[in-house]
């Protein structure tokens, strides 16, 4: 059984997630949508509301899960039984900054990351920008998922 962790916050999730999350579902017979609780960060979006909207995004896919937790990924990888962690890269900063997190998993835990890059025509978007937008009153709702929207 292929089992893989996607983890993040996810504050919200966006069409880049959500794509890279349906390319995975071929990949593995599990995912697990994993969003990590840090209480040093400040939330826009309630730890439920965020749970939320994954659930409703992808309600009718079995093969995908969401949980929340907190602590380290791996300790959470070996408490699911999952060999990898799914993460997606839109340029090469992201791939700097997630590789050297993937070489400290493998040494941790002997978990493999798996990398898939965005698709171009999401690889702009990103949560921060999201949260910008909602901020300033703009319109956000071509940067996320339908089940994301402000009340």
Known sequence: MRKAI???SFDPITLGHEDIIKRSISLFDEIV???????????MFSLEERK???????KNEPKVSVITYEGLTTELCKK???DFILRGLR????????KAIAHTNRR????ETVF???AAKTSYISS????DVIRNGGQYEMLVPDAVRVK
């Open 6 to 8: 996607f983890p993040g």
């Open 33 to 43: 949508i994993a969003i990590g609780v840090n209480a040093e960060k400040k939330y």
């Open 52 to 58: 939320g909207f994954i659930e409703e995004t992808f």
């Open 80 to 82: 699911l039984k999952a």
């Open 91 to 98: 340029n090469p900063a992201d791939f700097e900054f997630e």
């Open 108 to 111: 941790l835990a002997k978990i």
């Open 116 to 118: 898939l890059l965005t």
């Open 128 to 131: 921060s920008i999201v949260r």
